[in-house]
């Protein structure tokens, strides 16, 4: 799909009100890439956003559900719901790519509950889930070496929203001592250094061009990930930003 639709206009719209670095990225990419990732990322903001939509678990249950439904009328190629999101999401994806994202809506369930994370493990997991099937997908690539730059980002996101979790009475982290974090930032910045991506994956990914410099402030002041992290001088994110589109993230 590589046409502006009014669905994909509507989708980008929304990027670029809910998403501004993702909108920022997806601008950089080549026209065929930008349209699938506006429709991805308008997605992703629907669908994360569905866990959060009502403080009653099953209203949120019901919602959530909503949009594995959807990924599971595209995953068996019959008659797809009509949605400004799902439309053009359908003609973007193949069925095995709407089977990957149905991870991500699962994962997206402990979004709803302030249930803690029961081991490092299961935080791990949870971080890859919400993370590499999205970017897998924008890139039209299963390979690892996404998957594991993919949830090095997603880690680095989840980290600057641990205020904002705390602040809703989630429990983030299944160790929140500073040494712990630490660990949890080396871990996701190993899976960063140690993939080589494509120049087509760059691209794909390029949202994430903060996300070394996150992870290295992390790990050198894990107690600010409670307060929140200082934002990036704006010189120093241009910096990043060019030096991830054009070389590596």
Request: one cysteine or more.
């Given at each position: 799909?590589?046409?502006?639709?009014?669905d994909v206009?509507?989708c980008?719209?929304?990027v670029?009100?809910r998403?501004?670095?993702?909108?920022?990225?997806?601008?950089?990419?080549?026209?065929?890439l930008?349209?699938?990732l506006?429709?991805?990322?308008?997605?992703?903001?629907?669908?994360?956003?569905?866990?959060?939509?009502?403080?009653e678990?099953?209203?949120?249950?019901?919602?959530?559900?909503w949009?594995y439904?959807?990924?599971?009328?595209?995953?068996?190629?019959?008659?797809?719901?009509r949605?400004?999101?799902?439309?053009?999401?359908?003609?973007a994806?193949?069925?095995?790519?709407?089977k990957?994202?149905q991870?991500?809506?699962?994962?997206?369930?402990?979004?709803?509950?302030?249930?803690?994370?029961?081991?490092?493990?299961a935080?791990?997991?949870?971080?890859?889930?919400?993370?590499?099937?999205l970017y897998?997908?924008?890139?039209?690539?299963?390979a690892?070496?996404?998957?594991?730059?993919a949830?090095?980002?997603?880690?680095?996101n989840f980290?600057?929203?641990?205020?904002?979790?705390?602040?809703?009475?989630?429990?983030?982290?299944y160790?929140?001592?500073p040494?712990?974090?630490?660990?949890?930032?080396?871990w996701?910045?190993?899976?960063?250094?140690?993939?080589?991506l494509?120049?087509?994956?760059?691209?794909?990914?390029?949202?994430?061009?903060?996300?070394?410099?996150?992870?290295?402030?992390?790990?050198?002041?894990?107690?600010?990930?409670?307060?929140?992290?200082?934002?990036?001088?704006p010189?120093?994110?241009?910096?990043?930003?060019?030096?991830?589109?054009?070389?590596?993230?």
């Amino acid at each position: 799909m590589t046409q502006f639709t009014d669905d994909v206009i509507e989708c980008a719209k929304l990027v670029q009100s809910r998403d501004p670095i993702r909108f920022r990225a997806a601008m950089a990419a080549p026209l065929p890439l930008r349209t699938r990732l506006f429709t991805l990322f308008a997605f992703n903001i629907e669908m994360s956003k569905a866990a959060w939509a009502s403080k009653e678990p099953m209203i949120a249950e019901m919602r959530l559900q909503w949009w594995y439904d959807a990924l599971e009328e595209i995953a068996k190629g019959g008659l797809v719901r009509r949605h400004y999101v799902i439309t053009p999401l359908a003609l973007a994806i193949t069925p095995d790519q709407a089977k990957e994202l149905q991870t991500s809506v699962e994962a997206r369930r402990w979004d709803i509950y302030t249930d803690p994370f029961d081991s490092n493990e299961a935080l791990h997991s949870y971080l890859r889930a919400t993370s590499a099937p999205l970017y897998q997908v924008a890139a039209n690539d299963s390979a690892k070496a996404i998957s594991d730059v993919a949830t090095a980002i997603g880690t680095a996101n989840f980290l600057c929203a641990v205020p904002m979790l705390l602040e809703h009475k989630k429990k983030p982290l299944y160790d929140g001592r500073p040494d712990a974090v630490r660990a949890l930032a080396k871990w996701a910045y190993s899976l960063l250094t140690s993939s080589k991506l494509t120049p087509h994956s760059r691209l794909a990914l390029l949202s994430g061009y903060a996300t070394r410099k996150t992870l290295q402030h992390i790990i050198a002041y894990p107690e600010h990930v409670e307060m929140g992290l200082p934002p990036l001088n704006p010189l120093i994110d241009r910096a990043l930003f060019l030096k991830a589109r054009f070389f590596n993230l």
